[in-house]
């Protein structure tokens, strides 16, 4: 079965500073995995996502995420973070198959001091 | 943001009585989700659609039934509310690869 760690609940980081959340899944084969954001009282929206190939993969707002095989990781990143930032991100695993029922990590609630 | 409607946004209900929410979209995908969302459990899969009349259960599919007639419309429905199932609920949408999410319902029960 497919599962998503997401180790940090809470992450506080300055405004300006470069910002690092963690994803940790286990799947049995190669995984679709995806970020999304969730502002309070919104739904998600999707950051960006991996299937296959190159290993750094861009997103919007300025966000990208490195997939790590050896590392069963995919940590999202972002240089500089604006106060706009402050939301709930979450990780996700599908399985590669038609469907693609997606597995949630539990979230990292983001803070962003002024 | 893609063309996916989730009616009623906000629902008060008694204990053991009928819920249905409905999740419409206006993409024409072929998979649709209902996912419950819980503080410190992320977004969890109840049931989902891959295509008119074919659903199958999701993780958390005790006391929920779903329906999907028409391409567009996936119903959850809660055959008999508990208060174990406030929550709020979100609808999804794929082609097959990344999925796009609705609003939300946030669904109380009393």
């Known amino acids: 079965a497919q599962s998503v760690t997401q180790p940090d609940i809470h992450i506080t980081v300055s405004e300006g500073a470069s910002l690092e959340l963690r994803c940790n899944y286990s799947y049995g084969a190669t995984p679709y995995l995806f970020w999304y954001v969730q502002s309070p009282g919104q739904g998600l929206q999707l950051l960006l996502k991996?299937?296959?190939?190159?290993?750094l993969v861009q997103g919007i707002k300025g966000f990208e995420a490195e997939f790590k095989r050896s590392q069963s990781s995919f940590n999202l990143r972002k240089p500089s973070v604006h106060w706009s930032d402050a939301a709930e991100y979450f990780c996700a695993v599908g399985a590669n198959r038609g469907g693609n029922k997606l597995t949630f990590g539990t979230g990292t609630q983001l803070k962003v001091e002024l | 943001d893609a063309g996916i409607t989730q009616s009623p946004r906000h629902k008060v209900t008694e204990t053991g009585t009928p819920v249905t929410l409905r999740c419409h979209q206006t993409e024409n995908h072929r998979y649709m989700y209902w996912y419950r969302q819980d503080p410190g459990h992320g977004l969890r899969l109840i049931h989902y659609?891959?295509?008119?009349?074919?659903?199958d259960k999701g993780e958390v599919s005790d006391g929920y039934s779903v329906s999907r007639s028409k391409t567009e419309d996936f119903l959850l429905t809660l055959e008999s509310a508990t208060s174990s199932q406030t929550s709020v609920y979100f609808c999804?949408?794929?082609?097959?690869?990344?999925?796009?999410f609705g609003q939300g319902t946030r669904l109380t029960v009393v």
């Open positions: 659609s891959y295509g008119v009349k074919d659903t």
């Open positions: 999804a949408i794929s082609g097959g690869v990344e999925a796009f």
């Open positions: 991996y299937f296959s190939g190159d290993t």
